[in-house]
């Protein structure tokens, strides 16, 4: 058997892959040796967590370090909160505002909106933004996604549409073409995103179907932006699913989450900007950890990332490889990038340093 026809017949298992999902204590003893302390976490946990089979297998057995390892199995460090806001979710997606919108519905720009259609995840991520709704489930929305299609159809303004949950690639195929017809029949709607860990942690989510409902020359394009954290998770099958949605008229980016112990060295943090380039994702984003409460020990200082793409990847790598360091805010997603190379200026001219310390001089030309 070819490799081809192998990763085909790969593909048909996602939904085997749901019905096995990892969530309990002795499906992850399957994948895993657990030390004493995450077995007295995990049975005293009452969040939900878990991941499928699939991403389960790339967690080192015996380190409990392992990157994929941490972003999985909950932590007693979960507990502790310093740093994060009660209420994020409500604060960060402006759920508390005059705007009588459903909850399905999240803004921070006039143009663009998010629509939320599931709480289910193939990751429940124990970094996640959207952790009080997910995986605490300390806050309950009503997920009609009919009230918020017609709320979309009723607002003229909103160009870009980002298809979100949980993770929106689990509903049915069905649904998924529905939601996308939908879109496409409102005239003012100019793009369709997703936001996806599919790609990442259930790459057999690619099927034939599914591409059929995603792929195709359109007026109203589709775009993809997934999560990837490590370069560990840039296995053979993520590559062959993302050449897929290519192969199909889908571009997928990549929302890096800067994340303590896990990604925020120089080595990694490089390897996993190249291997991403080399999986065929276009690196996007690094999201500073955001505000969400019980995810402190997942937070470095503010200006790591911007350090990390000035010493790792710039001048050490292609351009292609470097995405924005950004913190998401109610107001928005805000840069966090300094200018680390005008080391100087005067009326004649600006000095500059690249990243072997090397200076140069460009003409400061007036307005």
């Not at 160009?159 to 689990?170: M, S």
């Not at 998770?233 to 993520?238: F, G, P, S």
């Not at 360091?325 to 005008?342: C, R, S």
Request: net charge negative; hydrophobic share 35%; aromatic share 8%.
């Amino acid at each position: 058997m070819s490799a081809k026809d192998s990763l085909a017949e790969i593909k048909e298992e996602w939904q085997t892959q749901l019905i096995d999902f990892v969530n309990t204590t002795e499906k992850l003893e399957e994948y895993i040796n657990l030390t004493d302390e995450e077995r007295s976490v995990l049975q005293a946990n009452k969040t939900t967590w878990g991941t499928t089979p699939y991403f389960a297998s790339l967690m080192d057995p015996d380190n409990p370090n392992c990157p994929i390892r941490k972003q999985v199995v909950p932590s007693r460090q979960e507990q502790e909160n310093t740093y994060g806001m009660d209420n994020y979710l409500v604060w960060k997606e402006n759920r508390d505002n005059d705007e009588n919108r459903p909850d399905t519905i999240a803004r921070q720009y006039k143009d663009r909106v998010a629509f939320t259609v599931t709480q289910n995840c193939g990751i429940y991520c124990r970094h996640c933004f959207r952790k009080e709704l997910v995986v605490d489930g300390n806050l309950e929305l009503d997920f009609n996604v009919e009230e918020g299609l017609y709320w979309i159809s009723q607002h003229p303004e909103v160009r870009d549409v980002l298809i979100t949950g949980g993770d929106p690639l689990l509903l049915p195929d069905e649904h998924i073409a529905y939601l996308i017809e939908r879109l496409r029949e409102m005239s003012h709607i100019e793009m369709i995103r997703f936001g996806s860990r599919v790609p990442i942690v259930l790459p057999q989510r690619i099927t034939e179907n599914l591409k059929k409902i995603l792929g195709g020359y359109h007026n109203v394009p589709i775009w993809l932006n997934t999560q990837c954290n490590h370069p560990k998770e840039l296995t053979h099958e993520v590559a062959w699913a993302v050449f897929e949605l290519m192969s199909c008229g889908v571009n997928v980016g990549n929302q890096a989450v800067l994340l303590k112990g896990i990604n925020d060295d120089v080595e990694t943090f490089r390897e996993l900007h190249q291997k991403l380039l080399k999986t065929r994702i276009r690196p996007y984003y690094v999201f500073y950890c955001e505000a969400a409460p019980g995810i402190d020990h997942f937070r470095t200082p503010v200006e790591k990332g911007a350090e990390l793409i000035r010493d790792a990847l710039r001048g050490h790598t292609t351009g292609l490889a470097q995405p924005m360091h950004v913190v998401a805010t109610n107001i928005g997603k805000i840069p966090l990038m300094p200018d680390y190379y005008i080391t100087e200026k005067d009326e004649k001219e600006y000095t500059l340093r690249n990243h072997k310390d090397e200076m140069t001089k460009i003409p400061n030309v007036p307005e």
